[in-house]
């Protein structure tokens, strides 16, 4: 599967409420899987499938940073953007899914800083163990 052709194409993929929610916590910032499982309460593998699902059809991409891939929702262009921000945006209006996509902010802010720098802190910590 590749990007959306059609909104159909976009509106199936979206509909399932999981992937939803997962592109409204992506809609807030770059998580880790382990961020969006922790504010999902859900376990790995589902958020993984499910992450692998957007990821085929172009709705998020991966970047790897060290042991960990870091997801950020892909801003589609054209018709089919517009849709994917329209019901982002919607989304937004709805006091439990804006509550879910300020944690998702929140955490991003704490974690991402965490993990982009534990290698550095590791090595570090290494070199002084065995000088």
């Known amino acids: 599967m590749s990007a959306p052709e059609t909104a159909s194409d976009l509106l199936l993929t979206m509909a399932e409420p999981t992937r939803l929610r997962i592109l409204n916590c992506l809609a807030a910032a770059p998580l880790f899987v ?3 499982q922790a504010l999902l309460e859900l376990p790995q593998p589902t958020v993984s499938r499910h992450l692998q699902v957007l990821r085929r059809s172009e709705l998020v991409r991966d970047t790897p940073i060290a042991q960990f891939v870091l997801y950020r929702l892909r801003r589609l262009a054209g ?9 982002l945006e919607a989304m937004n209006a709805d006091p439990e899914l804006r509550a879910e996509r300020d944690r998702a902010a929140q955490r991003s802010r704490t974690h991402t800083d965490t993990r982009t720098q534990e290698p550095e802190r590791t090595a570090a910590v290494r070199s002084r163990g065995t000088s």
Request: neutral net charge.
């Open 34 to 36: 382990s961020d969006l």
């Open 79 to 87: 018709p089919q953007g517009r849709l994917l921000s329209a019901i």
